[in-house]
């Protein structure tokens, strides 16, 4: 069954993850990109992450996850790119945690706190939502270990 949802012109969950599958393949530096829980029933899309080879540049800590998540639905689909490494877990969360903050929120958890800001991410489509976390990252990546 093929569902007409608000980012997914018209394909399946399986299909969107596929996409993004295809795509976390390509970035430079992702590895062992897998489907959870699995390849028959997915979920998700997580891949490991080599971080210098990611940015570009040398960086104080050496992998981390990303996982993808999205999810179709009638209005506006859930959509979640998560990065996690030794000394943060952040990303873009599209869905109704924190409505306050618009549609997308900025999530960044450390051992000492959590934090909610606006995403300001108004892409719709999964691999649209995907490129512009991906194009951001770097740079949030470079927050944390100003913060550090």
């Not at 959870?36 to 080599?50: F, G, H, I, N």
């Amino acid at each position: 069954m093929v569902l007409f949802l608000a980012g997914g012109r018209g394909f399946t969950r399986r299909e969107g993850l596929r996409r993004i599958k295809e795509r976390l393949d390509k970035e430079p530096g992702f590895s062992d990109v897998q489907y959870q829980p699995s390849r028959l029933r997915p979920r998700s899309v997580v891949a490991t992450v080599d971080i210098e080879m990611f940015v570009g540049e040398t960086f104080p800590r050496d992998w981390a996850t990303v996982e993808v998540t999205w999810r179709p639905r009638a209005g506006t689909d859930v959509q979640r790119v998560q990065w996690v490494d030794d000394a943060v877990s952040l990303g873009w969360h599209k869905d109704d945690d924190h409505e306050a903050l618009g549609t997308t929120h900025f999530q960044i958890e450390t051992a000492e706190e959590i934090v909610h800001e606006p995403g300001h991410l108004e892409a719709e489509a999964p691999l649209s939502f995907l490129e512009s976390c991906l194009q951001r990252l770097p740079a949030k990546l470079e927050e944390t270990i100003a913060d550090q």
